[in-house]
């Protein structure tokens, strides 16, 4: 099977990847031509556990290309995904300049069937778009009438764990309006469910609208339990106990109960803002997600709350040096979307602190952001050097066990904010620290 992958962003390349890996042959397509040099050379742009062996094995298979001119591979497939960004605007909507660009170039150059996918987060109604704008272009053509079909597959792939999301997924979601387009996609998608075909077929907008509402739900527990974990601090209860009481439950499950200093990414805060502005252009107000977000960007500040409050008010941090351990949104991964790590430093900065920051895969792409308005540290230790506080903001799994008399030694106070609850702090009293956590 012959299929085409437009845009090499995380999406893309990972998808691509992955069906090259079932002997598909896949073309990824980027209008960044620096990008498909670098990935011609086996260069990676993004970090992801995996990624790196698996492209370079099947470009040596001749399963996987790598091109920037669309038109030129439209005769030779069946299927073209459409894996572009869709950044969100000012107010919030998501932006569809790319996907429909994608379109236009489809109808401009299409000779044959297609199925064209839609593997990006859009909102409800863009296939609806993406159809009329290929039959616009292709009527300019002189082909009105001519068949092709639309649909929607989108993703659920985890940052670094997206390899095994999608060689074993839980499910995989379809929208389609035709038996062709649902028999093409079937024969895709066989190979990753032999034992157990798990893809949900169902009409378009209810794929697109599936996408949103599973990541609003997930973003919707995070920010849940947040508040609850501020809460607890308030009446003495402990947040971990609280997570284990209602976590038991089968009705409501142990994942995403995490209190935690606010989510981040390329994908919850986008499509929570994308949603409500759904709901707004639809005449609906949802209100419990306009919460949600609220209560994500308080809680994103709220490990320099606790920080004033250890220094005894906001003027007393002047001067003072903020070692942080972790930058990207969460662990195996170097994306700092949304980061709660890029609001924190620019409250430290704002307060006159000196940060200093260690991230075991992320400060390339944070000195990119912010350039050099921190120190970048070679390690952990080297991080709370003359430090009058730690900060923990990413849970990355070398910073559970490190050795506290080295940690207390080498700096100048003994504090430790831990926004992932990852010590204990019975451990970190036996180790001579002041220590906060979140929800206790």
Request: hydrophobic share 40%; with cysteine; net charge neutral.
């Amino acid at each position: 099977m012959n299929i085409a992958i437009v845009g090499t962003g995380y999406v893309g390349l990972v998808s691509g990847t992955c069906f090259a890996d079932t002997g598909a042959n896949v073309t990824c397509v980027d209008v960044d031509a620096q990008k498909i040099e670098r990935l011609q050379k086996g260069e990676i742009p993004i970090f992801e556990p995996g990624l790196d062996e698996l492209v370079k094995k099947n470009v040596a298979a001749g399963r996987l290309k790598f091109t920037t001119d669309l038109a030129s591979v439209l005769d030779d497939v069946q299927i073209v995904f459409s894996a572009v960004g869709t950044p969100p605007d000012e107010d919030g909507s998501a932006d569809l300049k790319y996907v429909l660009q994608v379109a236009r170039t489809i109808g401009q150059n299409m000779n044959n069937y297609l199925v064209v996918v839609t593997k990006s987060t859009v909102p409800v109604g863009t296939a609806a778009k993406v159809r009329k704008t290929i039959e616009d272009e292709l009527e300019k053509r002189g082909m009105k009438g001519f068949e092709f079909d639309v649909a929607s597959n989108p993703e659920f792939l985890k940052e670094g764990n997206a390899i095994k999301d999608f060689m074993s997924p839980d499910r995989v979601v379809v929208g389609v309006e035709s038996e062709r387009a649902k028999k093409a996609l079937t024969k895709l998608y066989k190979p990753f469910m032999m034992n157990n075909f798990r893809v949900i077929f169902m009409d378009i907008p209810s794929a697109e609208m599936t996408k949103y509402a599973a990541n609003s739900m997930l973003a919707t527990r995070i920010s849940f339990m947040n508040d609850i974990a501020n809460l607890c601090e308030r009446v003495g209860a402990d947040v971990n106990m609280v997570r284990a009481g209602i976590g038991s439950d089968t009705r409501i499950g142990r994942k995403f109960l995490y209190a935690g200093c606010g989510y981040g990414g390329s994908c919850f805060p986008k499509d929570v803002k994308a949603l409500i502005k759904t709901a707004d252009q639809n005449g609906y107000s949802m209100e419990v997600l306009k919460a949600v977000e609220r209560v994500n960007e308080k809680q994103k500040s709220i490990l320099f709350e606790k920080l004033v409050k250890a220094f005894g008010s906001k003027e007393a941090l002047k001067g003072k040096t903020i070692a942080m351990w972790g930058l990207s949104f969460k662990p195996e991964t170097d994306d700092m979307r949304e980061s709660t790590a890029l609001v924190m430093i620019q409250l430290l900065l704002d307060a006159g602190c000196t940060v200093r920051a260690y991230d075991p895969v992320a400060m390339k792409e944070c000195q990119r952001r912010i350039g050099d308005t921190i120190t970048y540290c070679n390690d952990m230790y080297d991080a709370v050097l003359d430090a009058d506080a730690l900060l923990l903001l990413t849970e990355w799994k070398e910073f559970r066990l490190p050795t506290w008399a080295v940690v207390k030694k080498t700096m100048r106070k003994a504090l430790v904010i831990d926004g992932r609850n990852i010590f204990e702090a019975e451990d970190m009293a036996e180790n001579g620290f002041e220590y906060y956590c979140i929800g206790k």
